[in-house]
């Protein structure tokens, strides 16, 4: 199966930044796009930012100009650098692969998630 592994989550301060990993192990033939979610205590998931494998970026309104995703095809990696982060942006952040074809078919997947807070 593959497998999505995140990391670079943990506490930081309000205004502090954080670098967030998503890996990816099996064998993978191709996918269409990359992205993070976000969810808080008691809300919904929600989308963060999306990349496809040409480049092409999205960001939610609410971290647009502080968050920055990119990713690393060979790697079968994506990253989101967090800056200027703020108590609300405090959730459980998750990775998502749309489209992975691999030895199992296609479909999608997602990491277990990692914890980000933003806290005085």
């Known amino acids: 199966q593959v497998q999505l592994v995140e990391s670079g989550g943990g506490l930081v301060q309000p205004g502090g930044s954080l670098r967030l990993s998503c890996v990816a192990s099996?064998?993978?033939?191709?996918?269409?796009?990359m992205g993070w979610y976000r969810q808080a205590p008691g809300k919904e998931r929600e989308l963060v930012a999306i990349?496809?494998?040409?480049?092409?970026?999205h960001y939610a309104d609410s971290v647009k100009g502080r968050f920055t995703i990119s990713s690393d095809n060979a790697k079968n990696t994506v990253y989101l650098q967090m800056n200027s982060l703020k108590p609300e942006d405090t959730a459980a952040y998750y990775c998502?692969?749309?489209?992975?074809?691999?030895?199992?078919?296609?479909?999608?997947?997602w990491g277990q998630g990692i914890q980000v807070t933003v806290s005085s």
């Open positions: 998502k692969y749309d489209n992975v074809r691999s030895q199992f078919g296609m479909k999608d997947y």
């Open positions: 990349i496809t494998r040409s480049g092409s970026t």
């Open positions: 099996g064998t993978i033939f191709s996918i269409t796009a």
